[in-house]
């Protein structure tokens, strides 16, 4: 036993030596350029007011559920929430969770068998990854958004095969060519499954529903702690699909429902998104500003998220130190997280930030690249 804490001490001593060590600190003040509020819905006064009086007038909202939705957690709420979604997003069913962690653990854990491979980007969020390790199927990684390489692997695959995606990538801030895969993926009746974490709200419902490739995607994963301020995630997909994860998924089954007051507050949040549809115009204005400065960036023009990549971790550290010292907040990536030579800044811009805050913030940032 105390030799096994003598390898915690060493792996947390190296991260501290090398300026990697996670520590959790209270949130600070200063210009937010580091959280997924991109819509700005989290500190919205009229948001919160609507949910205030929704609870205030449903006060039982705020218990707990007191078990899992196989047991005594499935509500009205959550039924009617899902009902809610399903006809939003224009798919046959929905099936709540209370993270897109969870959700992305039901899904990977549980459709795929010993005899499928799973084929992911290879830039897909760590859930995919840990979800895979829970699964039996085999899983292969296809270059980050290469659709050559992604056709190469299909055709030489026998039996089923899952392809997964996210439509907007967290740490490069890029969108993924989701109608070709989507075309790719029909071709070798592969099963697509599609991660719109950042994207929901952003741009419109998410890609998938833009594009209206409902139909040539088995499962879609939509994220509410983002763009709608909230928490939660929903999978889309059919009835068989639905009743599968009921049954069989093991996050799903052994957890604890949230309490009501999530559920209301997803649908509050996309009513408030339905009656003000102009919410993204300001943020692709201040994106549009970033992009002004001429900072070099691999992530896409119109995407929320900017990564400017600073190859060297004490570089690196150096600059969100710079920053914090001014005021602005971000959010440094190190290396092993992503791979050593591609450190970077992750920027999140919002709708809220102002012209003046991003200037600013360029002209630090240009310093050290």
């Known amino acids: 036993m105390l030799n096994h804490f003598h390898y ?17 600190k209270p949130k600070s003040a200063g210009v937010d350029f580091y959280s997924n509020d991109y819509l700005g819905l989290a500190r919205n006064k009229e948001l919160q007011n609507l949910l205030l009086k929704q609870i205030n007038d449903h006060p039982h909202l705020l218990s707990g559920s007191t078990g899992s939705r196989l047991i005594s957690g499935n509500s009205k709420e959550v039924i009617e929430t ?65 659709i050559v390489d992604l056709e190469q692997i299909l055709k030489r695959q026998k039996g089923n095969c899952y392809v997964a995606i996210e439509s907007l990538y967290s740490m490069d801030g890029d969108f993924a060519p989701i109608r070709e895969i989507a075309e790719i993926a029909k071709k070798y009746n592969a099963f697509l499954i599609v991660d719109e974490a950042h994207s929901f709200g952003v741009f419109g419902y998410g890609l998938v529903g833009k594009y209206q490739l409902q139909t040539s995607v088995l499962a879609t994963v939509i994220t509410y702690g983002k763009a709608l301020g909230s928490h939660g995630a ?71 998220i900017q990564a400017v990549l600073v190859s060297d971790n004490h570089r690196l550290k150096d600059l969100q130190d710079t920053l914090l010292s001014e005021g602005f907040l971000t959010y440094a990536v190190f290396s092993p997280t992503v791979k050593q030579g591609t450190e970077r800044l992750r920027i999140c811009l919002h709708s809220f930030n102002t012209e003046e805050e991003i200037v600013t913030l360029s002209e630090i940032i240009k310093r050290f690249i």
């Open 8 to 24: 915690f001490q060493e792996a947390l001593d190296k991260r501290k030596a090398n300026q990697t060590l996670r520590i959790l």
């Open 82 to 146: 899902e009902k809610f979604i399903s006809k939003e997003h224009q798919n046959e069913s929905a099936l709540l969770f209370s993270s897109g962690y969870n959700a992305n653990l039901a899904l990977f854990s549980t459709l795929p068998n010993r005899h499928d491979t799973i084929i992911v980007d290879e830039k897909i969020h760590r859930s995919v990854h840990d979800a895979c390790k829970m699964s039996h199927a085999r899983k292969l990684k296809f270059k980050h958004n290469d």
């Open 234 to 304: 929903a999978i889309l997909c059919d009835e068989i699909i639905k009743s599968y994860l009921v049954n069989f998924a093991s996050p799903f089954i052994y957890t604890t429902a949230a309490q009501d007051v999530q559920w209301r507050s997803i649908r509050t949040g996309y009513e408030f998104l339905k009656a003000n549809k102009n919410t993204s115009s300001s943020l692709q204005q201040n994106i549009k500003v970033f992009h002004q400065q001429n900072i070099k960036t691999p992530s896409s023009e119109n995407s929320p």
